[in-house]
Nanobody
Framework: VQLVESGGGSVQAGGSLRPSCAAS????????MGWYRQAPGKQRELVAV???????NYADSVKGRFTISRDNAKNTVYLQLNSLKPEDTAVYYC???????????????WGQGTQVTVSS
């Protein structure tokens, strides 16, 4: 399985972005697809995950601002980022797992990451 992200960028605080992640290869076994992020000097942290049935899980810091969605026919997951804050600045990584989980070590596949930069 290969994951390719796109749609990161630079915005001012309060702005919006919509990264996407397309999965290719043998995708039939995938359950959860999600987004993690890593800021400089910090550990990778959960942003949001979604399973094939549409169930979601969000980090508290992004609830009400970010929305994860998934198009199973296209094997693509989207992350709508609204009301962005400077503290959202990080590399955002797409990940996929055969389980519905928030534990990063249980994600089998990772994308290369896309940079999101929010200026004040």
């Amino acid at each position: 399985v290969q994951l390719v992200e796109s749609g990161g960028g630079s915005v001012q605080a309060g702005g919006s972005l919509r990264p996407s992640c397309a999965a290719s290869g043998i995708t039939s076994t995938l359950n959860a697809m999600g987004w993690y992020r890593q800021a400089p000097g910090k550990q990778r942290e959960l942003v949001a995950v979604i399973n094939s049935g549409g169930n979601t899980n969000y980090a508290d810091s992004v609830k009400g601002r970010f929305t994860i969605s998934r198009d199973n026919a296209k094997n693509t997951v989207y992350l709508q980022l609204n009301s962005l804050k400077p503290e959202d600045t990080a590399v955002y990584y797409c990940a996929a797992s055969t389980l519905f989980t928030t534990a990063p070590h249980l994600y089998n596949y990772w994308g290369q990451g896309t940079q999101v930069t929010v200026s004040s």
